[in-house]
């Protein structure tokens, strides 16, 4: 039986609010999972995702999942300014003891999987992303022509797939940049964040999706001649991050807990 605490602040300022998914045998020892749901940056929200906190607090994991300011009322950096004071706000409260900061382990999807990373580089928590977006900058500059449009197929009668994916893309990305400013895309570009403490990575993405593959191997690329650990795994058709969730649950908490048991073995 999970308990669910429901609309917890930890931004009284922008009225920012988490909900906590409690496994039925919590303990000083309890594995703590942060959840960073995806929409681009301009939608969704901690209530589209209940099913999966469930899901983690029954896999053994506390489970909390923030809500963050959304575009293009609040535009870069704002999400990933929120998502850094959530994790000060935990560190702090009552829900973590000084030791738990070893025992947080993440999952995002789609932009929560960017976020997710910006957090593990600071925070070096073990990490999973399904579909992260990684590449803005470049992207960009190399789609001048892409017309940017939340519904492609029906405000510009696109019907291959692939350009209603790229229209989609730039859409999202330059309503949470707020302009088309290479400046502010390079320091949305994850290469550019402060990877200084990343630890375990797992990054999960479909073979022909909405986040371009090879912005992921280019990232993957980066990470690698800077000595960081990831693992890739690329799965094959056209779903993105929730589209294939829970086909991939287990083998993402299964990641996360290896890792976890890891990191005790190593510090004795």
Do not use: C
């Not at 994991?61 to 923030?66: D, Q």
């Not at 300011?69 to 535009?75: H, K, N």
């Not at 009668?157 to 502010?184: C, H, P, R, W």
Request: glycine residues 6%; aromatic residues 14%.
């Amino acid at each position: 039986m999970v308990v669910i605490k429901k609309d917890i602040i930890y931004d009284e300022n922008n009225n920012l609010k988490t909900d906590i998914y409690f496994p039925n045998d919590t303990t000083s020892q309890t594995k703590l999972l942060i959840f960073w749901h995806g929409g681009g940056w301009f939608a969704g929200s901690k209530n589209d995702v209940k099913d999966l906190g469930i899901k983690f607090a029954n896999a053994g994991f506390m489970t909390l999942i923030p809500d963050y300011r959304l575009a293009p009322e609040f535009t870069y950096p704002a999400a990933h300014q929120d998502s850094k004071k959530f994790v000060e706000w935990l560190l702090d409260s009552d829900y973590t003891d000084d030791d738990d900061q070893q025992n947080i382990v993440q999952i995002g999807a789609s932009v929560g999987g960017t976020l997710a990373l910006y957090i593990a580089g600071i925070y070096g928590f073990p990490t999973v992303t399904w579909s992260a977006s990684v590449d803005f900058s470049n992207w960009v500059k190399n789609h001048q022509d892409v017309i940017p449009s939340r519904y492609g197929a029906n405000e510009l009668k696109l019907t291959n797939l692939y350009d209603i994916f790229e229209s989609f893309y730039k859409f999202f990305v330059k309503t949470y940049a707020g302009k088309n400013d290479q400046a502010i895309l390079k320091k949305m570009d994850v290469e550019n964040y402060d990877l200084s403490h990343l630890g375990r990575l797992k990054m999960i993405n479909s073979a022909h999706e909405l986040v371009p593959l090879n912005g992921v191997l280019k990232f993957i690329d980066f990470l690698a001649n800077n000595d960081h650990e990831v693992e890739l795994l690329v799965i094959k058709g056209h779903r993105h991050a929730m589209d294939y969730a829970m086909d991939y649950i287990d083998e993402s908490l299964d990641f996360l807990y290896q890792t976890i048991k890891e990191k005790k073995n190593d510090q004795h």
